[in-house]
């Protein structure tokens, strides 16, 4: 049975929830959800400002077929569920 810790959210929200000590010691389970770290990697990298610029320049270079940025969250979704590499982002020229 994994040991669990309970965490305070890094965003600033407050909310807590429990995450795996092995996952806090990877690096991992700093937020409350993908939202919450979505808004504070966007804070301090601007990752995902990019990130919809490439995707929306690639949208209007190719064609109209290729999915356009509407505006959705399901772009966030998109991105951070790749939430096993969570690490490797974190880490990130830190
Ligand atoms: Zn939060």
Redesign the pocket.
Known sequence: MPSKVEIT?K???G?KRMVRTADVKRGWGK??NKS?KAKEQEKRTGQMKNYLKRRDNQATTFSSNFLPYNGDVEVYDDLFDIDEMDGHFSNEGN
């Open positions: 959210c965003c600033g929200c909310r937020f409350f919450c």
